[in-house]
């Protein structure tokens, strides 16, 4: 029997030639969200000095970079409760309605954050509503990875579930990518004092730009999600009870990958604030992340299809567990911007080979009518507490003690638990998707 058998007629065997592109359609529409939010989270760090001095005039430019990255953390707050709300949402009423609920969200955070006046235009005002516009976004993005990935893992031929799954951090990659680019043309053609007063804010408005088309292809999408449909709270939650050490070890898993990628995030601001290197060249670590993580997140995916999710989710760990030091320390030494590229090419590819992998790997295991809301709230929860504070804190670590190498410290650690989680996950490749 075809696993998704049970899920929606039109989705469950493998699509004719004449219909694959609907099928990249669908995929597109999927992962829209998520990239246009990654998107505004990739912008917000990578012009977070520019932002900083906007928002936060302080005596020192550590503090107010320090206050930036405190108000970046702030849309982690928010992602358990859009995790648990609208994914609950997506398994009672199905995915679409979730999806467009979260890309409306989307919308006034990125609005809110390009048309902000500075501290010095509107006082106190300019900060609490940054503040306002990261809770939003932080709701939004709780809520899409559930729903999105959840139809992924749905309308996927049989064998291969990693590939589509995969496609939700290959977006991620993409939104890097762009977020990268467009940071790159602004910080080689545009003067400092433009960047400061007006720069900084191009990125958010050309994400408005791609809100639209992300609404309607979600418009357009079919329902996966059928045995869901009427569900009680009550039992939801009996049964979220019952998979609860999945979840556990999901969130274990994710904090691994949270912190190597939103290290790899703070690569350009690592490279202009601590190793003193040009914006423009900084701003080609944002490019290396964005292009490793959307061509390696796909390897991987593919690769878990091929040999098992957990051999291709722990060795990438492991390796990145190994290597992060070293590398960190060879970069500090070298602070050139070849040896930037090269160890941001590398530790990206880790984490993106690594996580293509375990996208699938909580949903594939949990039953359709908890399927969003569980891996919502492994991936809100692990990105809340890790991902929220990790740039803070090594930014922090850096200052207190003086040591350049504190991001890879960081990473090594976590890298050890995301590798004892995904060693006591069970294997799913070859599982049934539950009904």
């Known amino acids: 029997m075809n696993p998704l058998a049970t899920e929606g007629p039109a989705l469950n065997t493998p699509a004719p030639a004449s219909a694959a592109p609907a099928m990249r359609r669908m995929v597109a529409a999927a992962v829209a969200g998520n990239a246009l939010e990654f998107y505004d989270f990739g912008s917000y760090a990578f012009f977070a000095v520019y932002i900083s001095k906007a928002f936060f005039p302080t005596s020192t430019p550590l503090a107010g970079l320090l206050l930036t990255l405190a108000v970046f953390g702030v849309g982690f707050v928010s992602r358990p409760l859009g995790g648990v709300v609208i994914g609950a949402y997506a398994d009672r009423h199905g995915r679409k309605p979730a999806m467009l609920l979260t890309i409306v969200l989307i919308t006034v955070g990125t609005l809110g954050l390009a048309l902000t006046p500075s501290y010095d235009s509107i006082g106190l005002a300019g900060p609490l509503i940054v503040v306002a516009c990261r809770l939003v976004q932080g ?229 359709s009518s908890v399927r969003s809301t569980g891996l919502s709230i492994a991936y809100a929860v692990g990105v809340a507490i890790f991902g929220g504070s990790t740039q803070f804190m090594v930014t922090w670590l850096i200052g207190v003690t003086g040591n350049a190498a504190m991001p890879a410290w960081w990473v090594t650690i976590t890298s050890v638990v995301a590798a004892v989680g995904i060693m006591a996950l069970p294997e799913g490749r070859d599982h049934t998707l539950p009904a």
């Open 139 to 367: 709701l939004a993005l709780g809520g899409e990875v559930g729903p999105s990935t959840a139809f992924l893992v749905e309308i996927a031929p049989p064998g291969q579930r990693g590939l589509y799954s995969s496609w939700q951090l290959a977006s991620q990659g993409l939104a890097i990518l762009i977020a990268g680019l467009v940071g790159l043309l602004l910080t080689s053609t545009l003067a400092p004092a433009q960047l400061q007063v007006w720069g900084w804010r191009v990125p958010f408005v050309l994400g408005l730009v791609a809100i639209p088309l992300g609404i309607y292809l979600r418009r357009n999408l079919p329902e996966t999600m059928l045995h869901g449909h009427g569900v009680r709270p009550a039992m939801a939650l009996s049964q979220l009870r019952a998979h609860g050490r999945l979840i556990a070890l999901a969130v274990l898993v994710v904090i691994g990958g949270t912190v190597s990628t939103y290290v790899g995030s703070y690569m350009t601001t690592y490279a202009i604030a601590t190793l003193k290197l040009p914006a423009a060249v900084a701003m080609g670590a944002t490019v290396t992340v964005g292009i490793v993580t959307l061509v390696f997140a796909l390897v991987g995916g593919a690769l878990s299809d091929r040999y098992g999710r957990k051999p291709v989710m722990l060795i990438p760990r492991v390796l990145s567990a190994v290597l992060a030091v070293p590398a960190f320390l060879f970069l500090i030494e070298a602070k050139s911007p070849g040896a930037l590229i090269g160890v941001t090419f590398v530790l990206a590819l880790l984490t993106a080979v690594s996580s293509g992998a375990a996208m699938v790997a909580l949903p594939e295991l949990l039953p």
